[in-house]
Every structure is written in structure tokens, then in C-alpha cells.
């Protein structure tokens, strides 16, 4: 089985964390932490600040990783790693994605989240992120 490579942000502000619905794909309408693909030779912080940059047209600072997501999607397996991030500004504009919402931690589980990312939700709930 094929490993996609790819980076998310949990991006937190205010207590809150953002949120994005696909607009595109066999996934779009399911809701993602943004991020992408991680391109051949490049580190993965990298590949977070390019792909939020192309998707968001935002400057985020990343303060570590949270974790690593391995997910077997039925037609490739999915190796993702997640990064605590803020950001830079306050400039966010949605180019790739259909909406977006900042979520208190406990509306974490208003939106329908794509299966990879969901992993990641109880996480963010137990431990106060």
C-alpha cells in the first residue's frame, strides 16, 4: 500500500482551534486540520509553513509536535504529522477549503472530521490543548 506523507496544524488562538472543511476530492465536506503534502527532500516544518501559506495565505509559528497519525485510508496508508502552532498575524484567508471555524475544545466534536484527524480529538479534549 502506498504512504502519503503529510503535515497538519492544529493552530490555536484564544482557546480555540481552527478548522477546516475540504471543498475538493474523494474526502471534500469532511473537516481537517490544514496541511498538506510533504514534498520530496523537504523537512516537515517546512512543508507546514508552504502548505498553510497556499491554503490560508497565513504565518504560523510552530511550537512542536503533537503527534504522528498513521491511518490506513482503504487505498493508501496516511503517515501525518500534527504540529501545535499559532499564528503569526491575524491575516487568514480561505483559497483551498469551502469553511472554516474556530472551535472551543469542547465543540471539538460539532463538525464531521475526516478519520485521520479525528484520532486526534480525543487527545485534544483530555489534555486541554
Not at 81 to 94: E, N
Request: with cysteine.
Amino acid at each position: 500500500m502506498k504512504t502519503v506523507n503529510v503535515v497538519a496544524a492544529v493552530i490555536i488562538k484564544d482557546h480555540k482551534i481552527f478548522a477546516t472543511q475540504r471543498s475538493y476530492g474523494e474526502f471534500s465536506g469532511g473537516w481537517e486540520f490544514p496541511g498538506g503534502k510533504i514534498e520530496p527532500g523537504e523537512h516537515p516544518e517546512d512543508a507546514l509553513r508552504r502548505e498553510i501559506r497556499e491554503e490560508l495565505e497565513a504565518e504560523i509559528d510552530i511550537k512542536g509536535l503533537l503527534d504522528t497519525v498513521e491511518y490506513d485510508y482503504p487505498t493508501f496508508h496516511l503517515s501525518m504529522k500534527t504540529y501545535l502552532c499559532t499564528l503569526a498575524g491575524s491575516h487568514i484567508k480561505l483559497l483551498e477549503h469551502s469553511d472554516a471555524r474556530w472551535l472551543e475544545t469542547k465543540e471539538l466534536d460539532s463538525v464531521s472530521w475526516l478519520p485521520a484527524d479525528l484520532s486526534l480529538i480525543d487527545r485534544i479534549q483530555t489534555e486541554s490543548i
